[in-house]
């Protein structure tokens, strides 16, 4: 006797119809078949099941049988066990006292992964792999180019690179008529790279939720928002300073200056422009959180540290510089200052919160 066993080892006809598996006998694989073909059309289990049914009608010189066996969604080692269970079930159905044989009608390598668990419980004459032969039509190959082309994300990806470098040569030649520097095969490369290196570290995600941000902070009237733009201001004359600082000082050292000067100067130049950024970004994060309702009396220790980091790091670069001023007891001065005030701002916070607890939100209540 031969059993033309159908595998759909990822159960796509258990979730996607109300067919209890394995599915035996010819009319209720073909019936489980169509139901299937309803449910989902693009199923590729469709074709094993029709299959089955098609070599269940074929072979007439002796005695057939067609069964359906899955697995589970995950088509794990688990999956596999499943099939063998199943495929134990089927056999001890068939009510012959024949031999049977098994004819293992699958789509594709993935269902073939269990033929050794098959295999186990009854001979294997076959292998038949279903594969739809439109599949391998040009007219197919066209389809799905347009259908993947069609997604707005896979576009992007494909299309805006290869445009990108399709415009290589039409500027080139454009700046070669033009007699423009001959960088300009260098500025759409960077141009390429820096596209490709956004899609992969997903940037562009990162900069619609600070689009978003931004927009919902102009709303809503959040303070952080001028806050934030005069800190990055303040950001950039910090570091313009610092490296006019560098630049002085390697003037007035013949050129020459060490690698910890260097980092000295950018430091002492910056960080008074950065110690106001820092201060202003926090205040108005302060004042935000004041009118939310969520005010913590912790929350003004972030300034105080802010100018407590900033005086040390001026007293240790200033001393790391020699200025006339930065002497040994400047740099001891500038560290205590910087300590006392942390821990001042700290304790007298804590007290303060303590004293005067948060009130309960009206949401709580």
């Known amino acids: 006797m031969l059993l033309v066993l159908c595998v759909d080892l990822d159960d796509d006809l258990g979730r996607k119809t109300d067919h ?17 073909a309803t449910a989902d059309p693009e199923d590729s289990d469709v074709n094993v099941c029709f299959e089955g049914c098609h070599l269940y009608d074929r072979i007439t010189d002796e005695t ?49 992964s269990v033929i050794p668990v098959i295999r186990s419980r009854v001979p294997i004459d076959g292998v038949r792999r279903v594969v739809v032969r439109q599949a391998q039509d040009l007219e197919s190959m066209y389809y799905t180019f347009k259908q993947v082309l069609s997604d707005p994300e896979t576009r992007g990806t494909i299309l805006v690179p290869l445009g990108i470098l399709l415009l290589i040569y039409p500027v080139a030649v454009l700046a070669d008529l033009l007699k423009l520097p001959g960088s300009t095969l260098g500025v759409v490369s960077a141009l390429l790279g820096l596209y490709i290196l956004a899609r992969g570290l997903a940037v562009e995600r990162t900069i619609d939720r600070v689009v978003e941000r931004a927009r919902t902070s102009l709303f809503t009237g959040r303070v952080t928002l001028v806050t934030y733009v005069v800190a990055a201001a303040l950001l ?9 600082l560098v630049e002085t000082l390697r003037a007035t050292a013949g ?88 821990l001042f701002s700290t304790l007298a916070f804590a007290i303060a919160e303590q004293r005067a607890p948060r009130r309960p939100d009206s949401k709580a209540a």
């Open 64 to 112: 057939v049988e067609v069964a359906v066996v899955t697995g589970n969604e995950r088509g794990d080692v688990a999956a596999n066990r499943e099939v063998g269970d199943e495929v134990d079930t089927v056999l001890a159905s068939l009510a012959t006292g024949e031999d049977v044989r098994a004819l293992v009608v699958t789509d594709g390598a993935q269902d073939e």
């Open 236 to 244: 950039v004359v910090g570091g313009v300073t610092g490296v006019d």
């Open 255 to 342: 050129g020459r200056l060490g690698p910890g000067q260097t980092l000295a100067a950018l430091v002492n130049g910056a960080v008074e422009w950065f110690a106001a950024a820092g201060v202003i970004a926090s205040l108005g994060r302060i004042t935000d959180e004041y009118i939310a309702g969520d005010f913590r009396w912790r929350y003004l220790n972030a300034p105080f540290y802010v100018i407590a980091i900033a005086v040390v790091l001026h007293g240790v670069s200033a001393f790391f510089l020699a200025l006339p001023y930065a002497d040994l007891a400047y740099l001891a001065a500038a560290l205590a200052g910087g300590t006392l005030l942390g």
């Open 20 to 36: 209890d598996t394995p599915v035996i006998g010819r009319e209720r694989v073909e019936r489980a078949a169509v139901d299937l």
